[in-house]
C-alpha cells in the first residue's frame, strides 16, 4: 500500500510541479498545530480564512508523502472557506427577503393604497363609497308628479388605519345631496380578547340590514320599516358600545348612544326652551347554527330603549317616515307625522338568513312602542323577506353577523364578465295606528324585482323596478291610495 502510495503521489507531483512547489513552501512554513485540529473547521472572517490557508503538517521527510499531506490541508481550507461563502449567501438572502417583506408592507395597492410601517403597528388607508342614481318613475294612481331624474346616493370619502397595535381608528364624511354630513367618526380597541370596544360616531346595533354594510346591499335601499324605525332609535350616533364574539359564529353587541353629530342643533329662541339631546340603549345578538362555506344558517334578535325624544324643536315628540326604496325623489310614502306627548320609544325585532349556495334568504320583523303621557301608548310594525339568486354560481359570504364582500368568480377584464345576481324583496310598513288624524290609516308596501351586475368586488351596477303603494300618505289627499312604479339603477364604486 505504501508503494501505491508513493507511485500515485508521484504521477500527481509529475502532472501539476506547480501545485507540488506550493506545497512545498506551504510546509516550509508550517505552524507548530498538528493539521487534524483544522480539519472542518468554518473560519468567520476572509483574513483568518486566508491565514488558514497558509497552513500545512509538519514535514515528514517524505516529500511525496509531504506534497499529499499538503494538498489534503488545502482542499480542508478550500472546504471551509467554501462552507463561509454559502453561509454568508444565506444571511445576504435573508437581509434581501427581509427588506422585500417591509417594503411590501410599507404600501399595498388595490383600489386605494394602504400604508404601513414595517412592523404593521401603523397604517393608513383612504376609503369613499360613490354611488350615481338614476330613476324614472310612473304614477299608476295617485295626483302626486314623482320627479325623475339622477342624483349621487352616497359621496363619501375619508381614511380608516391601525395605531400603537392595539387600535383602529376611522373617519368619513359624506359630500351627497349638497351637504356635508359626518358618517363615521370612531376609535375602537381591540387587545382584551375576543372583544372590540367603540368609541366615537358609529353604527348602533340594530337589525340585519342595518347593520350590514352599505356596500353589500342588495337592493339599492333598505326595507322602509329598517330606514323608519332604524331612524328614530339606531343608525349611526355618538356613542360608546362592545362587540363580543367568543365563537365566530356567535356576536353580541350592546352601547349607550346619543344624537348622530350631523343632525341640525336647535335654531328656535329663546334657547332654553330648547330640547335636549336625546339618549338610549341598543343591543344585538346573531347566531349561526350552520356556519359552512355555502351553507349558512344565520338568526338574530335586536332591540333598543330611547328617551329624551325630539322631533326638530318639539320635545317629548317623534316622526316615522320613508320614501317608496327610492331617494331620488323626496316625496314619503309612509309617514306618521309628528306624535307629540311621547317621551320614551321601545324596539323589538327579530331577523333571520340563509345561504345555500347561490341562493340567499333574508327577512326581518320589528315592532317600536311609543310610551306617551297623558295619551295612550302606540305601537307600530314592519317587516321585509327576500330572495336572491347568483346566476354565476358565487356564494354570498357571512362574517361577524352581517353578509361580507361578494367576490366575483372572474372579474371583469380577467377573462371573466363578472357575476351576475337577481333579487326579488317584498317590504312593508303599517303606521295606520298614529294618533295624527291626517295620517291615520298610513301604511306602504312594495314588491321590489333587482338585477345586479358586479364587475369585480367593488365596482357593480344595479337595477331596480320597485313596484310601490300607499294608504293615505302625505304625498296626495288626506284618505286616498298612491300607487306607482320606479325604474332606477345605480353605479356603486367602493375603496
Known amino acids: 500500500m505504501r508503494y501505491l502510495l508513493l507511485a500515485g503521489g508521484s504521477v500527481l507531483a509529475l502532472a501539476s510541479p506547480a501545485l507540488a512547489q506550493q506545497a512545498a513552501q506551504a510546509a516550509a512554513a508550517q505552524s507548530t498545530e498538528p493539521a487534524d485540529t483544522q480539519l472542518d473547521t468554518l473560519v468567520p472572517e476572509d483574513n483568518q480564512a486566508e491565514a488558514s490557508a497558509d497552513a500545512a503538517p509538519k514535514p515528514t521527510g517524505d516529500a511525496v508523502l509531504d506534497r499529499l499531506n499538503a494538498l489534503e490541508a488545502r482542499v480542508k481550507q478550500l472546504e471551509a472557506r467554501n462552507a463561509q461563502l454559502e453561509q454568508q449567501a444565506e444571511l445576504n438572502q435573508g437581509r434581501i427577503e427581509t427588506v422585500e417583506n417591509r417594503a411590501a408592507k410599507a404600501a399595498q395597492f388595490g383600489w386605494a393604497p394602504t400604508i404601513s410601517d414595517p412592523n404593521g403597528n401603523f397604517t393608513f388607508k383612504p376609503r369613499g363609497v360613490v354611488e350615481a342614481d338614476a330613476a324614472v318613475f310612473n304614477e299608476r294612481k295617485g295626483g302626486y308628479d314623482y320627479n325623475d331624474g339622477t342624483g349621487f346616493r352616497r359621496a363619501r370619502l375619508g381614511f380608516e388605519g391601525t395605531a400603537f397595535k392595539w387600535f383602529n381608528y376611522r373617519a368619513e364624511v359624506d359630500f351627497a345631496g349638497n351637504a356635508v354630513n359626518l358618517t363615521d367618526a370612531y376609535l375602537q380597541y381591540t387587545k382584551i380578547p375576543h372583544t372590540v370596544l367603540t368609541l366615537g360616531q358609529h353604527k348602533a346595533p340594530f337589525g340585519l340590514e342595518s347593520n350590514n354594510s352599505d356596500n353589500y346591499n342588495i337592493f339599492l335601499e333598505r326595507g322602509m320599516f329598517t330606514n323608519a324605525f332604524g331612524n328614530a332609535g339606531a343608525e349611526r350616533r355618538i356613542g360608546i358600545s362592545a362587540a363580543y364574539s367568543p365563537k365566530e359564529n356567535l356576536n353580541l353587541a350592546a352601547g349607550f348612544f346619543g344624537d348622530n353629530e350631523s343632525i341640525s342643533r336647535s335654531t328656535s329662541t329663546p334657547v332654553t326652551n330648547t330640547p335636549d339631546e336625546s339618549w338610549g340603549v341598543n343591543a344585538r345578538a346573531t347566531w349561526e347554527p350552520v356556519f359552512d362555506t355555502g351553507k349558512i344558517i344565520h338568526l338574530g334578535l335586536s332591540g ?142 312594495s314588491l321590489t324585482l333587482g338585477l345586479n351586475w358586479y364587475f369585480n368586488p367593488y365596482a357593480k351596477l344595479m337595477f331596480n323596478w320597485v313596484r310601490f303603494e300607499g294608504d293615505n300618505s302625505p304625498l296626495d289627499p288626506v284618505g286616498s291610495k298612491t300607487e306607482g312604479d320606479a325604474f332606477a339603477t345605480r353605479l356603486h364604486l367602493d375603496f
Do not use: C, Q
Open 304 to 445: 333598543y330603549y330611547r328617551s329624551s325624544l325630539k322631533s326638530g324643536d318639539v320635545a317629548d315628540a317623534v316622526r316615522l317616515s320613508d320614501r317608496p326604496n327610492i331617494r331620488i325623489d323626496n316625496g314619503n310614502i309612509a309617514d306618521s307625522g309628528v306624535i307629540t306627548n311621547t317621551h320614551s320609544l321601545r324596539y323589538a325585532g327579530a331577523e333571520a338568513a340563509g345561504v345555500l349556495g347561490p341562493l340567499t334568504i333574508a327577512g326581518e320583523a320589528g315592532r317600536l312602542w311609543l310610551d306617551r303621557t297623558s295619551a295612550p301608548n302606540e305601537h307600530f310594525t314592519g317587516y321585509y323577506g327576500y330572495a336572491a339568486y347568483m346566476l354565476t354560481g358565487e356564494t354570498r359570504p357571512f362574517k361577524a353577523g352581517n353578509f361580507d364582500r361578494l367576490k366575483p368568480f372572474k372579474n371583469v377584464g380577467d377573462g371573466g364578465l363578472g357575476a351576475f345576481e337577481v333579487a326579488l324583496r317584498y317590504d312593508h310598513l303599517d303606521l295606520s295606528d298614529t294618533p295624527v288624524l291626517a295620517r291615520a290609516g298610513n301604511k306602504a308596501s
